[in-house]
Nanobody, 121 residues
Framework: QVQVVESGGGLVQPGGSLRLSCAASGGISSIADMGWYRQRPAKQRELVATIRNGDTTTYADSVKGRFTLSRDNDKNTVFLQMNNLKPEDTAVYYC???????????????WGQGTQVTVAS
């Protein structure tokens, strides 16, 4: 049973930092890409950052220069280091993984349960 589990959200003051982690586990054969989306209040879910095989990383313009996405391939884990946080970064952050499963054909999409990030003074 594949699981995608996030951790690291919380409350932080403007200008502060948080580090989110997302780990995928359970019969995974390979991971094509893994990354973070967020859903701000009354807004649609949007891309924050994603990393593909070969370490190609894509960032939303709003977080470039402040957020850094990295991965630990051995642990099927990605980390989102968020610096200089702003109130507009307040959102539920979701991890998304596209992966293949051992013994099953095709590519699968898995979302994590989400973790709340609140930036407020």
């Amino acid at each position: 049973q594949v699981q995608v589990v996030e951790s690291g959200g919380g409350l932080v003051q403007p200008g502060g930092s948080l580090r989110l982690s997302c780990a995928a586990s359970g019969g995974i054969s390979s991971i094509a890409d893994m990354g973070w989306y967020r859903q701000r209040p009354a807004k649609q879910r949007e891309l924050v950052a994603t990393i593909r095989n070969g370490d190609t990383t894509t960032y939303a313009d709003s977080v470039k220069g402040r957020f850094t996405l990295s991965r630990d391939n051995d642990k099927n884990t990605v980390f989102l280091q968020m610096n200089n946080l702003k109130p507009e970064d307040t959102a539920v952050y979701y991890c998304l993984a596209h992966l293949t499963i051992m013994g099953r054909p095709g590519m699968y999409q898995y979302w994590g349960q989400g973790t709340q990030v609140t930036v407020a003074s």
